[in-house]
Nanobody, 114 residues
């Protein structure tokens, strides 16, 4: 059973930056494409960034040019660097494989407010 643990969220002013981390247990980390998802109150969870096993990345239009996803296969970690944060980026952020089939972690709250 893969366990996911997200961290790094917090309160930031508009225009600020945060780096989220996700630690995943298990020995098969490197074979999966991973994604960062977010869910704002009253909205469905959405996929905002993905990174393939080969390191190729993709982004939702709403975050393109501001967010950067990366992975460290040696440490079973996935990162999300978020720059130029906007109030509409506020949400609970989660990591999971693309398709989201592992049990979800607790997520990490990102609040963007002045």
């Amino acid at each position: 059973q893969v366990q996911l643990r997200e961290s790094g969220g917090g309160l930031v002013q508009p225009g600020g930056s945060l780096r989220l981390s996700c630690a995943a247990s298990g020995s098969m980390f490197r074979i999966y494409a991973w994604g960062w998802y977010r869910q704002a109150p009253g909205k469905q969870r959405e996929l905002v960034a993905t990174v393939t096993s080969g390191g190729s990345t993709s982004y939702a239009d709403s975050v393109k040019g501001r967010f950067t996803i990366s992975r460290d296969n040696a440490k079973n970690l996935i990162y999300l660097r978020m720059n130029s944060l906007k109030p509409e980026d506020a949400a609970v952020y989660y990591c999971n494989i693309v398709g989201g089939t592992f049990e979800w972690g607790q997520g990490t709250q990102v609040t963007v407010s002045s």
